[in-house]
């Protein structure tokens, strides 16, 4: 099940689980669109895997299975 990071590791910029600006690598880093499409050209700098639309978990599942609240933070 997908973590469902609450930021941005470039910027820190806050994604919450539902947000439609989150990207993601299959190791689940996970950026801001404007971090993966502008400093990263739409590939993860830690993995070189492709950055994706994170998907949203519904509103119901998340009380179930809710997001997590680890920050993690790779500046640069």
């Keep these: 099940m997908l973590e469902l990071r609450p930021n941005c590791e470039r910027c820190d910029a806050d ?3 539902g947000s439609e600006r989150a990207r993601i690598c299959s190791f689940e880093c996970t950026f801001c669109a404007s971090c993966a499409e502008d400093a990263h050209a739409g590939r993860c700098p830690n993995c070189g895997g ?5 998907p949203r978990r519904p509103q119901a599942l998340l009380e179930k299975y809710p997001a ?9």
């Design 15 to 17: 994604l919450p689980p």
């Design 50 to 54: 492709e950055l994706l639309v994170r």
């Design 68 to 76: 997590s609240t680890a920050r993690v933070r790779k500046p640069g």
